[in-house]
């Protein structure tokens, strides 16, 4: 299987190297897209080492990459997806290589909201998740748990092994 990973900045971005690592590991292709502020974050060098892939960022996106990024793909997962990321694609907005590759692409989408628990719970981000399901989105949700700042409650990424999981299980 093909799989497109975007990535947005979020404390959770760390586990988005497990999962492209886990997946590598099962035999996908993993075609990595950055946001800026994620490729600011960790270098799309990690990204590369761990998906043997060129990693495509808002820097380095050329011409047509969003075009050019979902060829062949099977299915296009965002991890994390920050509540910024939710909010955009919820608008139809493509103003970074992530939520263009998001417009551009017609197979199935899944979402993995990674976020401060209150930032999670906010009405405008709960309305966006029904409104991105609403256009067929698969929303791998939350966990519940301390987030990095200490608040305590649901906005966690889901583990890596149940994306996995969750993807794995759509064959």
Same mark, same amino acid.
């Given at each position: ?26 035999? *996908? ?23 043997? !892939? /060129? ?10 990459? *969003? ?23 919820? !608008? ?29 719970? *906010?009405?405008?981000? !709960?309305?966006?998740? /029904?409104?991105? /399901? ?19 409650? !649901? ?17």
């Amino acid at each position: 299987m093909t799989i497109i990973l975007g990535v947005s900045a979020s404390v959770a971005l760390y586990k988005a190297c497990d999962i492209v690592r886990e997946l590598t590991k099962a035999g *996908h292709t993993v075609r990595v897209a950055m946001t800026r502020t994620a490729a600011a974050w960790i270098n799309p060098v990690l990204f590369e080492a761990l998906s043997a !892939q /060129k990693v495509i960022t808002d820097d380095t996106a050329s011409g047509m990459a *969003h075009i050019e990024i979902r060829g062949g793909a099977d299915l296009m997962l965002v991890a994390p997806a920050t509540a910024d990321l939710i909010a955009r694609a919820a !608008q139809g907005r493509a103003d970074d290589i992530v939520t263009a590759t998001l417009l551009a692409y017609d197979g199935p989408r899944y979402i993995a909201p990674a976020m401060n628990p209150f930032m999670y719970a *906010h009405p405008a981000t !709960q309305a966006n998740l /029904k409104t991105l /399901k609403s256009y067929g989105y698969h929303i791998l949700d939350s966990a519940n748990g301390e987030a990095v700042c200490g608040d305590v409650g !649901q906005g966690k990424m889901m583990a890596v092994a149940d994306i996995i999981a969750a993807l794995s299980s759509r064959r």
